[in-house]
C-alpha cells in the first residue's frame, strides 16, 4: 500500500467501515492495515524501534469501560535471533498498560516447532509478560503456523483458522467477549448477624422465650420461628444496602506476591509519569519477577494440596476441576422476577409431564417380599444432648430461616430445648410441621460451561430450614440403624451408605466381570439412566416398600406426613418465585432422601429377576446396586 494505492483500497472496503493504515514507504508493495466498522471507536499510533518489523498500535473501545488494546506486526524473513531477543522490549510497554492486551500479525516464525531455539526464546520472552500463544493450528498453506495471537487476557479465545483463495495465509479469527461488571449490585436486604455480641444475643433469647409445649408440632414450629425472628428484628434490623462484588484472592495468593503486586504497581505509575528508559526498565524486571514468583506460588500450593490428600478422591477431582473448568461466574445472569418464575414453572412442569408420562400406565405387579419379623412403628424420643449434637453437625440452612445456622449453632444450649420438644411432639403425632415443608430451590448449572439461557442445563438443590434438617437427620439416622441391623438393604447397594462409595462399586463390578472372563464366560452390562431419580419417586409406591420392610405404625404415618402437602420456590436473590405444588419425588438436599430412595429402589433386582434372564447370562443380585449420586445402574451378568 502507498498513496497511489487510496483509491483501489477505497474500493475494497465496504461501505460503512473505515481503515487505518500504515504503508510501506521505502519498498515496493506492502504495509498494513486495520478495517473496522466506523461505529466502533478505534485509534492507532506507531513508534520508533529498532525491530525490523512493521506495526501498528491500536485501541478498540467498545463501552467507556472496556478497551481492547493491541499490536499488528509483520516481521518479514530475516534473521530472527535479535527479533526473539528484543521483542519483550517492544511489547511490554502496551502489554502492561492493559489486561486486555493481544499481539497478531504474521511473524514468519514456525511456531509449532518447539524444539528450534529462536521459536522457544520468542515464546518465552513473551511468556515472561503473561502473554500466551493461543492459535493451536496451522496457518499457512504449507501447514505451519506463522500468523500468531498472543494474548494474557481470559477474554480473548483463538475461535478458528479459514483458508483463502487468493492467499496463501489464513485467516486467523479470535473472541474478545467482556461483559462489563459493576463492582456494586443491587441492593439485597440482609442482616448483619455476624457484628452481634454473643452476650447479647443470649441475652435476648433468654428473655423473650417462648413456654415449652409439646402439643401441637405446628403450633410449636410457628412460634419457635416468631420468637427467633422477633430478636432477630431486634438485634440485627433488616437493611437493604449495596454489597461490593466479591473480590476475593486465591488462596496461593501470598502475602510476598501482594507485596510484589504494590511494587509493580508503584513502579508502574513512576514510569508513566516520565516514560524514562531506566524506569521502564526496572518495571519489566519487577514485571517479570512478580510472574516468577506467581508461578512458584501455585506450583507449591497445588503441590501441597496433591501431596496432602494422595488418598482423598474427593479432593483430587476438586483439584482437577479447578484446572479444568472454567469460571463459573462467566455465565452468570442478571436475576429478576421473571427469570425465577420462569425456572419454577419449568421444573414444576417437567417432574409433573415426567410423572403424568408413566402414571397411567398399568404397572407390572410385583410380589412383595415376606415382611421381616422385626418390625419398626415410632420413632425414639431424643434427648437435649442429642438434639444439640444433631445441631452442630448441621452447617447450613435456608434464606427463609429465622436466622442463619451459625446462631442456631452458638445458642444451642437455649434453643435445642424447644427444638426437641418440638421433634419429640412430631414423633408422639406423627406430624411433620407443615412450615417446615416449604423449601426454596437453588438452581444450580449442571456444567459451568452450559448455557444458562436454557432452563434444561439446571438442576434444582432444595435449600432446607436449618430445624427442618434436624429432624430429618434425627429419623435417618433411626432409620439407616434398622435397616443395616436388620440386613434389611441389598448388600451390594453401595449408594449413600456409609464406608460405601463409587470406587467401591467400580472395584467389584470390575473384579466380578474379570473373573467371569477368565472362567471363559460371556459378559454384558446394562446401565439404567434413571431422570431426575429423586425428584420422580412416588409417594405411594415408596410407601409400599417402607411397609413391606418392616416400617409400621406412627413411623410410617410420620414419614408420609413429612411427604405430603410440600411446595417449593426458586431463590434467586433478592428475588422468589410464586410456590408450586410438590406431588411427588423426595427433597434434593435432605439428609433423609437418600435413605427413602434406597428403600424405593430396592425391589429392583427382583424386578429383574422375574423377567428370567437366566440363559446364557447369570443374573447375579448381589451386582445390582445403584452406585451413581442421582443414577441407577444395573450390572446383569
Not at 513512576?270 to 512478580?290: F, P, Y
Not at 462409595?501 to 472362567?519: F, H, K, P, Q
Amino acid at each position: 500500500m502507498n498513496a497511489s494505492s487510496a483509491p483501489d483500497i477505497a474500493t475494497a472496503i465496504p461501505e460503512g467501515y473505515k481503515i487505518s493504515r500504515k504503508d510501506r514507504t521505502n519498498q515496493v508493495g506492502g504495509g498494513i492495515a486495520i478495517v473496522f466498522k466506523d461505529s466502533i471507536s478505534v485509534t492507532t499510533s506507531t513508534e520508533d524501534t529498532p525491530l525490523a518489523t512493521e506495526h501498528l498500535h491500536f485501541q478498540i473501545r467498545t463501552d467507556p469501560r472496556t478497551t481492547l488494546r493491541g499490536s499488528l506486526v509483520y516481521r518479514p524473513p530475516g534473521p530472527r535471533a535479535s527479533f526473539s531477543d528484543s521483542i519483550a522490549d517492544f511489547v511490554s510497554p502496551h502489554a502492561l498498560a492493559s489486561p486486555d492486551y493481544i499481539l497478531l500479525g504474521d511473524l514468519n516464525f514456525h511456531l509449532e516447532q518447539n524444539n528450534d531455539p529462536n521459536t522457544t526464546a520468542l515464546l518465552d520472552n513473551l511468556a515472561n509478560l503473561g502473554l500466551k500463544q493461543l492459535v493451536n493450528t496451522a496457518t499457512h498453506i504449507a501447514g505451519h503456523t506463522l500468523d500468531p495471537i498472543f494474548s494474557a487476557s481470559k477474554h480473548i479465545s483463538f475461535s478458528r483458522a479459514s483458508a483463502l483463495h487468493w492467499t496463501d495465509h489464513s485467516c486467523v479469527h479470535f473472541t474478545f467477549r467482556r461483559e462489563t461488571r459493576h463492582l456494586r449490585t443491587q441492593p439485597i436486604p440482609h442482616q448483619q448477624w455476624n457484628k452481634i455480641p454473643e452476650e447479647q444475643l443470649f441475652s435476648a433469647l433468654t428473655i423473650n422465650q417462648p413456654t415449652l409445649t409439646t402439643d401441637d408440632p405446628n403450633d410449636a414450629a410457628l412460634s419457635l420461628t416468631n420468637w427467633i425472628t422477633n430478636c432477630a428484628d431486634n438485634l440485627a434490623p433488616l437493611r437493604r444496602t449495596h454489597r461490593q462484588a466479591n473480590t476475593k484472592k486465591p488462596r496461593w495468593f501470598s502475602d510476598t506476591l501482594k507485596e510484589s503486586k504494590k511494587t509493580c504497581r508503584a513502579l508502574e505509575r513512576t514510569w508513566r509519569k516520565d516514560h524514562t528508559a531506566d524506569n521502564m526498565t526496572a518495571l519489566k524486571n519487577a514485571t517479570r519477577e512478580h510472574h516468577h514468583l506467581i508461578r512458584a506460588a501455585k506450583r507449591n500450593f497445588f503441590t501441597d494440596r496433591l501431596d496432602k490428600n494422595s488418598h482423598n478422591s474427593r479432593e483430587l477431582f476438586s483439584i482437577v476441576k479447578e484446572f479444568s473448568t472454567p469460571n463459573a461466574n462467566a455465565n452468570a445472569v442478571t436475576p429478576s422476577q421473571d427469570l425465577c418464575n420462569s425456572r419454577a414453572t419449568f421444573f414444576h412442569r417437567k417432574i409433573t409431564d415426567l410423572h403424568d408420562s408413566f402414571g397411567h400406565q398399568t404397572q407390572p405387579s410385583i410380589t412383595e417380599p415376606t415382611p421381616p419379623a422385626i418390625t419398626l412403628n415410632a420413632w425414639t424420643h431424643i434427648n437435649t444432648e442429642e438434639t444439640k449434637t444433631t445441631m452442630n453437625s448441621i452447617h447450613s440452612g435456608a434464606p427463609s430461616d429465622p436466622c442463619p445456622h451459625f446462631i442456631f449453632n452458638k445458642a444451642d444450649d437455649i434453643i435445642a430445648p424447644h427444638l426437641q420438644a418440638i421433634i419429640n411432639s412430631s414423633f408422639s403425632s406423627a406430624t411433620f410441621p407443615e412450615s417446615w415443608k416449604h423449601t426454596e430451590v437453588n438452581a444450580l448449572l449442571k456444567k459451568p460451561t452450559a448455557d444458562p439461557s436454557d432452563l434444561k442445563n439446571f438442576r434444582p438443590i432444595s435449600l432446607l430450614p436449618f430445624p427442618a434438617k434436624v429432624i430429618e437427620k434425627t429419623v435417618n439416622k433411626q432409620l439407616t440403624n434398622f435397616l443395616e441391623d436388620n440386613n434389611l438393604l441389598d448388600p451390594s447397594q453401595t449408594g449413600f451408605r456409609t464406608n460405601h462409595s463409587t470406587e467401591t462399586a467400580l472395584i467389584s463390578v470390575t473384579d466380578d466381570i474379570r473373573t467371569l472372563m477368565d472362567n471363559g464366560e460371556t459378559v454384558a452390562l446394562i446401565l439404567l439412566n434413571l431422570s431426575a431419580p429423586f425428584d420422580t419417586v412416588c409417594h405411594r409406591t415408596l410407601i409400599t416398600h417402607l411397609r413391606s420392610t418392616g416400617i409400621h405404625g406412627q413411623a410410617l404415618d410420620w414419614i408420609a406426613s413429612f411427604l405430603s402437602n410440600r411446595s417449593q420456590r426458586v431463590y434467586l436473590p433478592p428475588f422468589r418465585s410464586d410456590p408450586t405444588e410438590i406431588i411427588c419425588g423426595v427433597p434434593q438436599g435432605s439428609s433423609l432422601s437418600p435413605t427413602l430412595f434406597n428403600v424405593y429402589m430396592s425391589p429392583l433386582t427382583d424386578i429383574v429377576r422375574k423377567h428370567n434372564i437366566i440363559i446364557p447370562w447369570t443374573i447375579r443380585r448381589e451386582t445390582c446396586r445403584p452406585f451413581v449420586r442421582g443414577t441407577t445402574h444395573l450390572e446383569v451378568l
